[in-house]
Nanobody
């Protein structure tokens, strides 16, 4: 049984930093692409960041590029999202996702991620 468990969310002020973690189990972690998505109230889920299986290829949404950093530790079966210079518009539930069907190094397509975590709330006050 595959499980993805996010942690690290919370309430912060604009300009602060947070680091989200996502611990995976029940899968061969080094064989899956990992991604972070977020969903704000009343909005559709949107792509945030993705990382290739070996951690060498990264891609970010324009809205977070330069502020957020995705990384992974295949020895710990964990993916991270370092979020700096947080803005109120970053407020959302953040989800990690794992996918092994994409043929590319990484993907922004949510439909290519087979497994999802339960989400962690990030709230940024102004």
């Amino acid at each position: 049984q595959v499980q993805l468990v996010e942690s690290g969310g919370g309430l912060v002020q604009a300009g602060d930093s947070l680091r989200l973690s996502c611990a995976a189990s029940g899968l061969t972690f080094s064989s899956v692409i990992m991604g972070w998505f977020r969903q704000a109230p009343g909005e559709e889920r949107e792509f945030v960041a993705t990382i290739s299986r070996n951690g060498l290829s990264l891609f970010y949404a324009d809205s977070v590029r330069g502020r957020f950093s995705i990384s992974r530790d295949n020895a710990k079966n964990t993916v991270y999202l370092q979020m700096n210079s947080l803005k109120p518009e970053d407020t959302a539930v953040y989800y990690c996702a794992a996918g092994d069907s994409a043929s590319s190094y990484y993907t922004t397509r949510s439909d290519l991620y087979e497994y999802w975590g339960q989400g962690t709330q990030v709230t940024v006050s102004s």
